[in-house]
Structures are given as C-alpha cells and as structure tokens.
C-alpha cells in the first residue's frame, strides 16, 4: 500500500468553527489531492497540489483553503465550517501521469 | 468540463459469472483511466491504469479496455465471486492534471 495517512480520521465539529485536515504521504510523490465523497455525487476535487507551495483550485473549492508547505504534507482547512460540508474527505498522491493512490479518509461530521 | 459516466449504477449477478461493467467520458484528451474499487466505509483501491496510448491493461480475472475515440472503457470481471462485491469507481486524468470520477458501479455477486 502508498504510504498515506490522514489525521484526524473522525471529527464531529461545530458550525462556524476552523477545521484542519492532515494528509501525510512517505512517497515523494509530486501531486496531492483533497476530495470530498457524497451520495450521488461521486468524488469531487476540492483542492490540488503539484509542487510545495503549488496549489489549484478544484470543482468545489468555495469554503476550503490548502496549505503544502512540505512535499510530504498537505492540509485541508475548512475556514469556517457548516452542515453542507458534512462529507467523507479523501486525499489522494500521484506521480507526474502515474496512477493515484488513495489515503484511508476522514469522516467529517459538523452539527 | 469532463462529465464521466457508469451504468448501471448498480449490479447483481450470481457467482461464476462473467460481467461487464461500463464508463463513459465526454472529453477524449484524456492522459490516463484508472479503475479502483471501494469497500463500504474504505478508501479506495486502485485496479488498473490505462495510459492514454494503451487499448487495454490487465491484472487476474481482471481486463480493462480503453477506446479514447468513443470515450468508452469497460472493466470485465471473470468468474465472478461474492469478495468482489463492491463498488467500481472509474477516474480519467484530463491534461489539466486533474482527475474526474464516475460515480461508481455497485456490484453484488450473489452466492
């Protein structure tokens, strides 16, 4: 398996309140990617990044910020957090065209 | 903007058979199709990678094919069995860098 871990990987949250995601990856790869999952509506891209400190925006960026500071990092934050965010959030690494591999995710949970 | 399609969105055959499971893409620049396969409550999985210059990849009782012209891969499952159940996500990387997501093939294999 990729060596990626996500933390925290349950989080019950109150509106209105930051939140952080971690994404950890021991491959070296260059991408990272932060997805959200809900029913109907499949995997959405929330965020990428192709380089420390190189970040773009995905389909359902609104409400979210990323930070990559370190190849091996990359965080998710929810600026303000509300029930639509409610969601299972996966990050996934690649190489420059290889495959995507995908961390265990983080169950996200805001009241 | 890559629309990716799977149909059906869900699928129940009895162990031992053969089966076909479909993805659709609208934009035919496309760098690479992958298949993976979620458990419930999992991450997911990766199966198989089709390069954008490949007609077909395979791995065990599974085969992939791609036809970029038509925007169609199809994954086919041999000799079914009730551990393949799943749900079959099929992703296609743009030349943006990005990756877009069916929203998955629920498959049961019934004993």
């Known amino acids: 398996d990729a060596g990626i871990t996500q933390s925290p990987r349950h989080k019950v949250t109150e509106t209105g309140t930051p939140v952080t995601l971690r994404c950890h990856q021991t491959e070296n790869h260059r991408y990272m990617y932060w997805y959200r999952q809900d029913p109907g509506h499949g995997l959405r891209l929330i965020h990428y990044s192709y380089g420390v400190k190189d970040t773009d925006k995905g389909e359902v960026s609104d409400g979210y910020s990323v930070s990559r500071s370190k190849t091996e990092d990359f965080l998710l934050t929810l600026e303000s957090a509300t029930s639509s965010q409610t969601s299972v959030y996966f990050c996934?690494?690649?190489?420059?065209?290889?495959?995507?591999?995908f961390g265990p995710g983080t169950r996200l949970t805001v009241t | 903007k890559q629309e990716v399609t799977q149909i059906p969105a869900a699928l129940s055959v009895p162990e031992g058979e053969n089966l076909v499971l479909n993805c659709s893409f609208t934009d035919s620049a496309i760098y690479n199709l992958q298949w993976f396969r979620q458990d419930p409550g999992k991450g997911l999985t990766s199966l198989l990678l089709?390069?954008?210059?490949?007609r077909e990849q395979t791995s065990g009782r599974l085969n992939a094919s791609l036809d970029k012209s038509s925007g169609r891969s199809t994954l086919y499952i041999a000799a079914s069995q009730p551990g393949d159940s799943a749900t079959y996500l099929c992703a296609v990387r743009g030349t943006g860098n990005q990756f877009y997501f069916g929203t998955g093939t629920s498959l049961t294999v019934i004993p």
């Open positions: 089709i390069q954008s210059s490949q």
């Open positions: 996934a690494i690649s190489g420059n065209i290889d495959e995507q591999y």
